[in-house]
């Protein structure tokens, strides 16, 4: 029996998770309905905004420990959309995105505005506007970028509604064009490979013309922008790229450090 002492939110999935699953299963479906009539089984009071309960498995937080010793070795269960008001627990294989620790800083002339810096608070938002104003999707990408607009968000056939925290498009040398959906998060925040799969359906169903590239940001505890290029492959989504960006002062970029960027393009050219 589920205690009583466990959150409102972990006791409704649990309970949706536990009255379908069989030993085997690897996809496990279930509705908004369902949500609402497990929560007065359970005489839960339930959130104003419904959908929280499963936003927040999503991209929040992990799933209860009860359902992740349900997968097998290698693997883990998440949460994907299944169309308007629906949703599927799927078995998928384990994807690690956390930042590496043994990847080279990359020091970067801090451009954001002094009155930006004042008012930012250490959120996503912050995080955007750092990115935007140092044009570090351009850089990381080497791509020229714009912004296009960010939360965006949007319904895909198959998946239902969407959200992105920031639409660039790009363009290269050779008049190519690039869509990149960024997703933004702080140094605690889970970054789950629902919402990457979710961004290369964005790309491919709304942005059909342009290749499409979705990338992750994470802002440290040191301040460090931790930034992934992904891709799709067999076993699902992967890191492509990683690279990590400091912002600082120009007088704390030192010729020598000048120099040593430039002996690492001479030496990976070479």
């Known amino acids: 029996m589920i205690s009583r002492e466990k959150n409102r939110y972990v006791q409704l999935i649990e309970s949706i998770f536990f009255e379908k699953f069989k030993e085997g299963d690897s ?17 839960i009071v339930l959130p104003k905004n419904l959908g929280d309960v499963v936003y927040s498995f999503r991209y929040r937080t992990d799933l209860p420990e009860t359902i992740s ?41 801090d451009s954001t505005p002094g009155i930006v810096s004042r008012y930012s608070f250490d959120d996503e938002q912050a995080l955007l506007a750092k990115i935007r104003y140092n044009r570090l999707i351009d850089i990381f990408t080497g791509v020229t970028c714009y912004s296009l607009q960010n939360h965006l968000r949007t319904t895909l056939s198959e998946i239902g509604q969407v959200e992105t925290d920031e639409i660039y498009v790009g363009i290269d040398k050779q008049g190519i064009h690039y869509v990149f959906p960024v997703q933004a998060k702080g140094s605690t925040d889970k970054l789950g490979a629902v919402q990457i799969e979710q961004d290369f359906s964005v790309c491919s169903e709304k942005y059909a013309n342009a290749i499409g590239r979705p990338i992750a940001a994470q802002f440290m505890d040191d301040e460090t922008i931790i930034l ?30 000048v120099r040593e960027y430039r002996n690492r393009v001479h030496h990976k050219d070479g």
């Open 27 to 43: 996809e496990i479906t279930f509705s908004r309905d369902e949500i609402v009539q497990m929560a007065e089984k359970l005489k």
């Open 69 to 109: 010793e349900k997968a097998k070795e290698g693997y883990e269960w998440m949460i994907r959309s299944a169309g308007r008001g629906k949703y599927k627990f799927v078995l998928t294989k384990e994807a690690n995105f956390l930042p590496n620790p043994n990847i080279a800083k990359i020091k970067i002339p």
């Open 228 to 257: 992934f290029e992904f891709v799709l492959t067999d076993e699902g989504v992967r890191i492509l790229t990683e690279r990590h960006y400091l912002l600082v002062h120009p007088d704390d970029l030192s010729e020598s450090e």
